[in-house]
């Protein structure tokens, strides 16, 4: 059964410290998302990977960056931690290809305080 | 440019009845269309997809999706909706002539009541 596993399924961190939420996916697919989710926002994407070492802003990449080593592996890290960063943060992965479905991991409540 | 619409916040149905959950879509290419399911507290599980061929796609847990080019949606459908399918459902796009990046729309929460 494939998989993509998310470090913690829930995280409070303060304001101003780094947080790391990690990613990894056993199925060797090619890319790799960050999505957070907001009501009434739906998904909205972080960052995107394509291939180790590589990456794409996506729409709302301010006050993150990601990092992206091992092909299995795709981390989010918030610089520096905000309260308008709590939400739930969605790590997918798929193939290449625009005819790909993506998976999903179960997703990490973050609370930032 | 690709995008997508989900017209409803939320959808609410008698279990029994037969439910349609609404996509429309715009994109310059061909469209590849997807529908995903979340449930409370979970990430998004895949549902279905249209590539090309037949337009009725059928899918996971008696799901089905009707491709309509010329209306450019692509509806979700089940016949007869369970108290279980109560769940968040998202339709995503790719743009065959563009970005292998899918969008996905806001998301519609359907609610089956018993």
């Known amino acids: 059964d494939v998989k993509v596993t998310q470090s913690s399924r829930y995280l409070v961190k303060r304001t101003g410290e780094k947080v790391f939420l990690e990613c990894v996916q056993d199925m060797d697919h090619e890319n790799m998302f960050w999505y957070r989710q907001d009501p009434g926002l739906g998904l909205r994407l972080i960052y995107f990977s394509y291939d180790v070492k590589m990456k794409e802003k996506g729409d709302i990449p301010e006050g993150y960056s990601v990092s992206r080593e091992k092909k299995e592996r795709f981390s989010l890290i918030l610089e520096s931690a905000s309260t308008n960063q709590t939400s739930m943060y969605l790590c997918?992965?798929?193939?290449?290809?625009?005819?790909?479905?993506?998976?999903f991991g179960q997703g990490t409540r973050l609370t930032v305080v | 440019a690709q995008s997508v619409a989900q017209p409803e916040d939320q959808v609410n149905v008698a279990e029994g009845n037969p439910l349609t959950v609404k996509c429309t879509y715009s994109v310059s290419g061909n469209p590849y269309l997807f529908w995903y399911v979340q449930y409370p507290n979970r990430g998004l599980q895949f549902l279905l997809k249209?590539?090309?061929?037949?337009?009725l796609v059928k899918g996971s847990y008696g799901f089905e999706a009707e491709f309509n080019k010329s209306q450019t949606s692509f509806h979700l459908k089940k016949p007869s909706a369970l108290v279980s399918d109560s769940a968040l459902y998202f339709c995503?796009?790719?743009?065959?002539?563009?970005?292998?990046?899918?969008?996905f729309g806001r998301g519609t929460s359907l609610i089956v009541h018993p």
């Open positions: 997918a992965s798929s193939l290449q290809g625009q005819n790909t479905e993506a998976f």
């Open positions: 995503a796009v790719r743009d065959g002539g563009g970005s292998y990046i899918p969008t």
């Open positions: 249209y590539i090309t061929g037949d337009n």
